[in-house]
Structure formats: C-alpha cells, structure tokens
C-alpha cells in the first residue's frame, strides 16, 4: 500500500520558519510538495530526485526552501524559511508514479499525494 503523510504545519509569523515532514510508506521514489491557497490552483512548491541527488524550486520560494530526504527513514522534508503571507496554504507532499526516476516537475507525474496540512503566515 502506497501512503504518504504529511506534519509540521501550523500558524507562524512573517519572517519565521517552519519545516514540513512526509512519511512514506514506500523509497526510492522521485517526491515533491505542492501547495493550494484558497481559491487558487494547486502549484508545485520544490521537487527532488529518487536518491536526493538533484532538486528544483519554483521561482517564487528559491533561497527560502529547501527541500530534502532521508530515504533510511522514507522521510522528505521542506524547510521554510523567512515565510511571507503569500505562502499561506495547504501544503500537499507526492510521490512519482514510477520508481527510481529523477526530478519530476510536472504534476501529472505524481499518483501518490499525502491529504496535505495547513501552513499559514501572518503579517
């Protein structure tokens, strides 16, 4: 069974950090975190390869996320940092649909999501 759940979520201030956990029930899987703001679509946040050798981020959160993975503990995370009210959302955790690929950006891609845990920023 293929499972993923997401914690760390929670209310902070401008200009604070936070760092979200995913915990899988499987390895070795290209992974991603995803965020949706209320009345907005769903977007990809960073991305990172099978063996957490290479990474991407969308241009919005560059130099303030990082996102990791600790495949001993089939675990990825998101490290927030210097967080804006912008990036108040649910924050989504998925995995590729296929074992053992590399960085995976489009979303299609994914089949595995998490049911996601809140993030919000207050000025």
């Known amino acids: 069974q293929v499972q993923l759940v997401e914690s760390g979520g929670g209310l902070v201030q401008a200009g604070g950090s936070l760092r979200l956990s995913c915990a899988a029930s499987f390895n070795n899987y290209a992974m991603g975190w995803f965020r949706q703001a209320p009345g907005k679509e769903r977007e990809a946040v960073a991305v990172?390869?099978?063996?957490?050798?290479?990474?991407s981020y969308a241009d919005s959160v560059k130099g303030r996320f990082a996102i990791s993975r600790d495949n001993a503990k089939n675990t990825v995370y998101l490290q927030m940092s210097s967080l804006k009210p912008e990036d108040t959302a649910v924050y989504y955790c998925?995995?590729?649909?296929?074992?053992?690929?590399?960085?995976?950006?489009?979303?299609?891609?994914?089949?595995?999501w998490g049911p996601g845990t809140q993030v919000t920023v207050s000025p």
């Open positions: 990172i390869s099978w063996n957490g050798k290479s990474t």
């Open positions: 998925a995995a590729d649909a296929v074992w053992g690929r590399n960085v995976i950006t489009s979303e299609s891609e994914y089949a595995y």
